[in-house]
Nanobody, 122 residues
Framework: QVQLVESGGGLVQAGGSLRLSCAAS????????MGWFRQAPGKEREFVAA????????YYADSVKGRFTISTDNAKDMVYLQMNSLKPEDTAVYFC???????????????WGQGTQVTVSS
């Protein structure tokens, strides 16, 4: 059973950058894709980015395209989300998730981390 632990959240001013990390222990063939989602207070959890451990495929939400980058380090079982040019509307709890295939749909992911708070001040 894969376990996911996020880190790297915090408070940053608008225009700043943060890098989120997700440690994925116990990876199996059923968790060959990873995604990042976020949830702001009072809102549904929404897709941010997704990729495969094998590389070659990435998806981004339109709202973060060109500003966020998802990447993996297979040797370390780590997934990263580099967030640049942050905006106040990026404020949310960010979750990493593991699933069978890279997808924009949260129900396609079976395992979730506990989340890390990102707050962007204006």
């Amino acid at each position: 059973q894969v376990q996911l632990v996020e880190s790297g959240g915090g408070l940053v001013q608008a225009g700043g950058s943060l890098r989120l990390s997700c440690a994925a222990s116990g990876r199996t063939l059923s968790t060959r894709a990873m995604g990042w989602f976020r949830q702001a207070p009072g809102k549904e959890r929404e897709f941010v980015a997704a990729t495969r451990w094998s590389g070659g495929l990435t998806y981004y939400a339109d709202s973060v395209k060109g500003r966020f980058t998802i990447s993996t380090d297979n040797a370390k079982d780590m997934v990263y989300l580099q967030m640049n040019s942050l905006k106040p509307e990026d404020t949310a709890v960010y979750f990493c998730a593991a699933g069978w295939a890279a997808s924009t749909v949260k129900n396609d992911y079976r395992t979730w981390g506990q989340g890390t708070q990102v707050t962007v001040s204006s």
